[in-house]
């Protein structure tokens, strides 16, 4: 797999998590759900990304804390 580039610092994004957790809140008529994707940062200004949004997880708020947290996803 290629690695995302940082526009801003014309660097390779480094991957920090794989299978991190993403919170994907409820919006409009879709639920919240949980997901794993990978979690890439850039190591000159640390921005961050998630890529290879994965399957969906049927876990509920107190198992995904469990495994360390979530990064929470909001629609614009």
């Keep these: 797999m ?10 390779e994004y480094q991957c920090k998590n794989n299978e991190q957790v993403v919170n994907d ?14 979690l890439w940062q850039c190591p000159t200004c ?12 049927g876990l509920t708020p107190f198992e995904v804390e469990s495994l360390g947290g979530s ?6």
Excluded: Y
């Design 25 to 38: 809140k409820a919006f409009g008529a879709f639920p919240a759900t949980f997901w794993m994707g990978d």
């Design 71 to 76: 990064i929470e996803f909001e629609h614009c």
């Design 2 to 11: 290629s690695r995302p580039i940082c526009v801003n610092c014309k660097q």
């Design 46 to 57: 640390k921005h961050q990304i998630v890529t290879g949004r994965g399957k969906t997880l």
